[in-house]
């Protein structure tokens, strides 16, 4: 004789007749029936859906399209570093010696050299300051320190981006403001004529992440030196080139 157990989707199921089964032995032939009663339609009360729907189909929860755009006030705003700059690429064609990308006044000297028998390393230590004025008529402001041969510096220079194209407006602002690095050397006898190689764009990479500077002025034995700049923009003066 076999004995027939019924199970249904309303008591614990299988789960719970072979709980069963385990606890007692069982002598005679077991066959587990199972059966379920399901509405011919089920209406969904949740989703305030009243769209019938059709016994063991799932309808997933309505969601937006993958493919929808989201207005543009929706969308997050980017950091500065994400800033796309759209200002189309001019070529500099004669553009270089009539019109660099930022002109300034530089000076910076052996201030401390006096001191260098209390602390021998003030004999080389370069201070100084710049101001510069871009293509753009944004003006910037910043100390220097380095180490340098001893003597002083004073030069009204010029200075392009290392680049065939003229820079954009965001872009000459990041490379003037903020850390950069340069090496100076000045043919010094009174009347001085400089040139430096100035790293700018400090963290990135390539040509355009460089530049070079040319000036004319005084110099009194400040013949090399090697820089570090810390400049601050200051606002516009309304001039541009």
Do not use: C
Request: charged share 10%; proline share 7%.
């Amino acid at each position: 004789m076999a004995t027939f157990l019924l199970t249904g989707s309303g008591v614990p199921g299988r789960t719970y007749i072979a709980h069963r089964l385990a606890d007692h032995p069982v002598t005679e032939p077991v066959v587990l029936v199972q059966f379920r009663v399901e509405a011919t339609s089920l209406t969904s009360q949740h989703r305030g859906d009243p769209k019938a729907r059709q016994p063991r189909i799932s309808h997933p929860l309505q969601m937006a399209s993958p493919h929808r755009t989201a207005p543009i006030s929706n969308q997050p705003r980017r950091s500065a570093a994400w800033r796309v700059d759209y200002e189309k690429a001019v070529s500099r064609g004669g553009d270089w010696i009539t019109n660099p990308d930022w002109v300034g006044i530089d000076v910076s000297g052996t201030w401390l050299a006096p001191l260098a028998p209390f602390f021998p390393p003030l004999a080389v230590l370069s201070l100084g300051g710049q101001l510069v004025v871009d293509r753009y008529g944004d003006a910037y402001i910043g100390p220097q320190v380095g180490i340098s041969v001893p003597g002083a510096l004073a030069v009204a220079d010029a200075g392009w981006v290392w680049e065939s194209t003229i820079p954009s407006h965001s872009y000459l602002n990041t490379f003037i403001s903020g850390f950069s690095v340069s090496g100076q050397v000045a043919a010094a006898a009174g009347i001085a004529v400089s040139g430096s190689i100035i790293y700018g764009n400090a963290g990135h990479w390539g040509t355009s992440a460089f530049g070079f500077q040319v000036g004319i002025g005084y110099a009194g034995g400040h013949t090399a030196s090697a820089q570090a700049s810390w400049m601050f923009g200051i606002g516009g003066i309304g001039v541009k080139w």
